[in-house]
């Protein structure tokens, strides 16, 4: 049974992409780039985030331009349908990009939280010191204001 | 020997107040800072006036976050012991004297007062959890055991006292999303002395509990996660003074 399925998948004919699919891939990789462009020049994307989808498009392009790379990538891959290779390769690429922003979040949520903290002491020191200044803060606190001013 | 005692709180406004005056009696000699975690509620101005400092969190960062916050503290302004207790009243300001007269003699770095260890089986006819809590902490109960090969009976308890080696440890690190497990997780895998007392504990005299069984599910999954992941954590010789 395995058997006659692969038969009849061998007889099948490879699949490329044509001509029309290659056209519009390359006008939206261009309109992508225009817009990375576009997003940078009004200070709306910082340049050190753009280079990956620069990147991104310029693959896009080049796969439209020779799409003899894909089916270059396709046999590599062992796929018969260079769209279904195709797929295959942007919806990695893209899982990367989003396990990239989520580490890229977790480093900012970390920046954020220390910004609280630190503001949320340095009100406290601030209470903790006019306290001691209007005479009527504890021993405890004006030993701390004390400490503070030596640091 | 300069203590700190610090209380995270979270739109606590009924209850701070009470929170500090108990602490105030237990424990006169100690420095009060409670740690206003984006409360929306008057919760900062009933501390300012019971008469502690008040860092306010400009939003709610979560327990773990504002815990740390109370740890920066000390760590930065030379405590030498620091302890913490919930805001909602359930923790008996003379209880946390006794955690920290652990630290100060030196018998711990870090001690947790448990709720369910045998010594406190006799006093708690005034605390009783609700299911979805108990099964929660028996669950990580036994992961934390089977993780850290220490005993551990109270896992989710806030009421902690700590000394500087463990002031340094978790103001660098303590995880913002599961801040009582991995904490201790943390604090053994690092070599430092965790101990447990048994304390008493009351029922809450404001505000209501946030696990729903729904959450506690979630609550249980995350933290069974965080433990995991914990045990690949590189291990450092000693936290950085």
């Known amino acids: ?151 | 020997m300069r203590t700190l005692v610090f209380i995270p709180a979270w739109n606590e406004e009924a209850s701070v107040a009470s929170v500090i005056a108990d602490v105030r009696e237990a424990l006169p000699e100690a420095d009060l800072l409670v740690v206003d975690d984006g409360s929306g509620d008057a919760t900062a101005e009933r501390a300012r006036e019971a008469g502690a400092l008040v860092a306010s969190l400009p939003f709610n960062q979560g327990l773990g976050a504002a815990l740390q916050t109370g740890y920066l503290f000390a760590l930065r302004n030379g405590y030498d012991a620091c302890a913490h207790l919930d805001a909602d009243g359930q923790h008996p300001a003379g209880e946390v004297a006794r955690l920290l007269a652990e630290v100060t003699a030196d018998r711990a770095d870090l001690v947790i007062g448990s709720r369910y260890h045998a010594g406190a089986v006799s006093a708690s006819d005034d605390y009783r959890p609700t299911f979805s809590r108990r099964v929660g902490t028996s669950v990580f109960r036994f992961f934390l055991t089977l993780a850290t090969r220490q005993r551990f009976t109270d896992t989710t308890s806030g009421m902690r006292a700590a000394n500087r080696r463990v002031m340094a440890l978790f103001s660098l690190h303590y995880s913002p999303d599961f801040a009582e497990i991995e904490s201790l997780q943390l604090a053994v895998r690092q070599g430092l002395r965790v101990e447990e007392l048994p304390v008493r504990m009351l029922e809450r005299a404001g505000g209501s509990s946030f696990l729903t069984p729904l959450r506690s599910a979630f609550f249980i999954f995350k933290g069974l996660v965080v433990l995991l992941v914990g045990q690949f954590r590189p291990r450092q010789a000693e936290a950085k003074q």
């Open chain 1, 1 to 151: 049974m395995t058997g006659l399925v692969l038969a009849a998948a061998e007889a099948e004919p490879q699949v490329h992409l044509t001509s029309q699919t290659r056209i519009v891939a390359a006008a939206i990789a261009v309109f992508f780039m225009l817009l990375i462009l576009d997003l940078i020049r009004r200070d709306r994307l910082q340049e050190r985030y753009s280079v990956i989808w620069l990147l991104a498009g310029l693959g896009m392009l080049a796969g439209a331009a020779f799409p003899g790379l894909l089916e270059l990538l396709a046999d590599a891959m062992g796929v018969r349908n260079t769209n279904v290779a195709l797929f295959s390769v942007v919806l990695l690429l893209l899982l990367g990009l989003a396990l990239n922003f989520s580490v890229i979040m977790s480093r900012q949520a970390a920046q954020i939280t220390r910004l609280a903290q630190e503001r949320a002491i340095e009100q406290a020191r601030r209470q903790s010191a006019g306290e001691a200044a209007n005479g009527n803060g504890s021993a405890g606190e004006q030993s701390l204001q004390s400490k503070e001013q030596r640091l």
